[in-house]
Antibody, heavy 121, light 107 residues
């Protein structure tokens, strides 16, 4: 059974960089037809796709965040990471990592449990 | 960006009721529409993909339909575990976007 687990600091200061890692277990991250992505959800609000990465390193990002986002992959550790720079209180959210099945209809079929990141001084 | 609009935003219903949630896209997205269920404190869970295909392990009381700009999620007979928030998501083009959610509550 595929499992994803987010890790990283729960508190980040304004203007600093948020860094999270998603460890994938139960299957290789270097699989065809699967991208790996980040989605966030501010408290009490809806879902926002941040971006996704293929095991080769190919990425695509939400234009609304593109200038501040970097997603990277480490196939040797079976994990991928998110960096979001210059954070503000608006970046406070639950951050989920998820597998994106790109085979036909792009769906997020496996999700991590999420990690809450609060931006505050 | 493609805007996804769900209606209603909230809904009160009783066990064994039949419930329908609607999702409208701001442009034609064909059948590139997925539905997720989210319970409090949990990650979203995929229910329906490509508008009408039931994800493995999802009860058959859930069904989806639609194409183009208008889509529906139907729960044929509500069970206690179905009270949750439901989101649609378009996968026609990036950035992938979600509806604002429909919170299904117990009447």
């Amino acid at each position: 059974q595929l499992q994803l687990q987010e890790s990283g600091p729960g508190l980040v200061k304004p203007s600093e960089t948020l860094s999270l890692t998603c460890i994938v277990s139960g299957g290789p991250i270097s699989s065809n037809n699967y991208y790996w992505g980040w989605i966030r959800q501010p408290p009490g609000k809806g879902l926002e796709w941040i971006g996704s990465i293929y095991y080769s390193g190919s990425t695509y990002y939400n234009p609304s965040l593109k200038s501040r986002v970097t997603i990277s992959v480490d196939t040797s550790k079976n994990q991928f990471s998110l960096r979001l720079s210059s954070v503000t209180a608006a970046d406070t959210a639950m951050y989920y990592c998820a597998r994106l099945d790109y085979g036909g209809n792009s769906v997020f079929d496996y999700w991590g449990q999420g990690t809450l990141v609060t931006v505050s001084s | 960006d493609i805007q996804m609009t769900q209606s209603p935003s909230s809904l009160s219903a009783s066990v064994r009721d039949r419930v329908t949630i609607t999702c409208r896209a701001s442009q034609n997205i064909g059948g590139f529409l997925n539905w997720y269920q989210q319970k409090p404190g949990k990650a979203p869970n995929l229910l329906i993909y490509a508008a009408s295909n039931l994800q493995s392990g999802v009860p058959s009381r859930f069904s989806g339909s639609g194409s183009g700009t208008d889509f529906t999620l139907t729960i044929s007979s509500l069970q206690p575990e179905d009270f949750a928030t439901y989101y649609c998501q378009q996968s026609y083009s990036t950035p992938y976007t979600f509806g604002q959610g429909t919170k299904l509550e117990i009447k």
